[in-house]
C-alpha cells in the first residue's frame, strides 16, 4: 500500500510535473545552474554583471572593469527552507498554506533531483521551551541534500510529519534563514517558502544569506491573511501567538483597519525582499499550482536574461 507522501508526488507527477516539461530549457530541467571554480578567462564588465566577479587588480591596470569568468557546472545543490510555524496553518481543509508548502516543496524537489542536482530540506518548526523568549524555542529538522525519487520521497515524509500546535510566540524569520546560511557550506541556490509573516527585521539575515548563495523567496498567501468573513461575531484567534478575541465581522471599519493593516504588511515584506535583492514570488493558496510555477519559471528566464 502506498503511503501519503508516494500517493502525493504521483499526483504532482501526473497533475504538474507533466506540464512543466515542455516549459523548462531543453534536456537540462532547471533555469539554474551550479557556480564552477574553473576559471576561463576575463571579459569587460558589462552593466547587470556580478560585481563581485570583478578583478580588480586587472581593472586597475586596464583603467577599465574587467570580469573573471568561470565554468559552470551542471550540477546543484539546492536548500528548500520550509517555514513549518503557526502562521502557516491558515487556509482551507486540503488546501491551506501548509499543504501548498508541501507541494511546492515536493514538486521542486523531483524537478531539480530529476537534473541530477542534490536537493536538502531545512524544516523550521519551533518547540515549548520555558527559559526561551517567548517561551518557545526553534527546532529546525534537515533532510541532507541528495537525489532521486527516493530522496523526494523522504523530504515529503518529513512533511507528513505534524507539526507544533501549541503557539505562544511569532516566528523568529531572522533565526530561520541564519539556520539555512549555517548548513549551505557550498555555494548553492536556496528557495525559502514561507508566508514571512513575523516579528523582528529579517531582511539583515537574508541580506547576508544572499551575498554568498542565490536566493528565491516563494511567498504562500491566503485570502484569510487578508480578508474576514463577513458574519457577524466571530472569535478570532493570532495563529502565532494563540491570543483570541471577540470582533464584529460586519463591522465595515474594522474590515478597513484590517485591510489597511494587511496592506501595510506587505509594503514591508516587499521592501524587505528587495532590499535583499532575493526575486519574490507570490503563490496563492487558490491559484493553480503548475501555473504559477511557470510563472516563476518565466520571471527567473527574464531576469537571467
Given amino acids: 500500500?502506498?503511503?501519503?507522501?508516494?500517493?502525493?508526488?504521483?499526483?504532482?507527477?501526473?497533475?504538474?510535473?507533466?506540464?512543466?516539461?515542455?516549459?523548462?530549457?531543453?534536456?537540462?530541467?532547471?533555469?539554474?545552474?551550479?557556480?564552477?571554480?574553473?576559471?576561463?578567462?576575463?571579459?569587460?564588465?558589462?552593466?547587470?554583471?556580478?560585481?563581485?566577479?570583478?578583478?580588480?587588480?586587472?581593472?586597475?591596470?586596464?583603467?577599465?572593469p574587467h570580469?573573471?569568468?568561470?565554468?559552470?557546472?551542471?550540477?546543484?545543490?539546492?536548500?528548500l527552507v520550509l517555514d513549518r510555524t503557526a502562521s502557516m496553518e491558515l487556509g482551507a481543509p486540503g488546501r491551506g498554506k501548509q499543504d501548498v508548502l508541501a507541494e511546492l516543496?515536493?514538486?521542486?524537489?523531483?524537478?531539480?533531483?530529476?537534473?541530477?542536482n542534490r536537493v536538502g530540506a531545512l524544516l523550521y518548526d519551533t518547540v515549548p521551551d520555558r527559559t526561551a523568549p517567548g517561551g518557545r524555542r526553534p527546532k529546525p529538522r534537515t533532510v541532507p541534500p541528495g537525489t532521486g525519487r527516493a530522496h523526494v520521497l523522504r523530504i515529503g515524509a518529513e512533511l507528513a510529519r505534524p507539526v507544533s500546535t501549541r503557539r505562544s510566540s511569532t516566528t523568529d524569520l531572522a533565526a530561520m534563514i541564519d539556520a539555512v546560511a549555517r548548513l549551505a557550506r557550498r555555494r548553492s541556490l536556496v528557495i525559502v517558502i514561507s508566508d514571512f509573516i513575523g516579528d523582528g527585521d529579517w531582511t539583515p539575515a537574508l541580506q547576508r544569506l544572499a551575498q554568498r548563495h542565490e536566493v528565491a523567496a516563494l511567498r504562500v498567501v491566503d485570502t484569510a491573511d487578508d480578508e474576514l468573513p463577513e458574519a457577524g461575531?466571530?472569535?478570532?484567534?493570532?495563529?502565532?501567538?494563540?491570543?483570541?478575541?471577540i470582533i464584529d465581522s460586519s463591522?465595515?471599519?474594522?474590515?478597513?483597519?484590517l485591510r489597511a493593516a494587511a496592506g501595510e504588511r506587505d509594503v514591508r515584506i516587499a521592501a524587505g525582499l528587495h532590499a535583499a535583492r532575493v526575486a519574490a514570488?507570490?503563490?496563492?493558496?487558490?491559484?493553480?499550482?503548475?501555473?504559477?510555477?511557470?510563472?516563476?519559471?518565466?520571471?527567473?528566464q527574464r531576469r537571467r536574461t
Fill in 1 to 64: 500500500m502506498r503511503t501519503a507522501p508516494e500517493r502525493l508526488l504521483l499526483r504532482l507527477e501526473w497533475r504538474v510535473l507533466r506540464r512543466l516539461d515542455g516549459r523548462l530549457q531543453g534536456s537540462y530541467r532547471t533555469v539554474y545552474r551550479g557556480s564552477g571554480t574553473d576559471f576561463t578567462g576575463l571579459r569587460t564588465y558589462l552593466p547587470g554583471d556580478d560585481a563581485r566577479h570583478i578583478d580588480w587588480n586587472v581593472t586597475a591596470r586596464l583603467s577599465e
Fill in 67 to 79: 570580469l573573471r569568468v568561470y565554468t559552470e557546472d551542471r550540477e546543484l545543490t539546492v536548500w
Fill in 105 to 116: 516543496a515536493m514538486v521542486l524537489a523531483r524537478l531539480f533531483s530529476r537534473g541530477g
Fill in 233 to 245: 461575531l466571530l472569535v478570532v484567534e493570532d495563529a502565532e501567538t494563540g491570543e483570541q478575541l
Fill in 251 to 257: 463591522d465595515p471599519l474594522l474590515r478597513g483597519r
Fill in 281 to 300: 514570488h507570490r503563490i496563492d493558496t487558490a491559484d493553480d499550482l503548475a501555473q504559477s510555477l511557470v510563472k516563476v519559471i518565466a520571471h527567473t
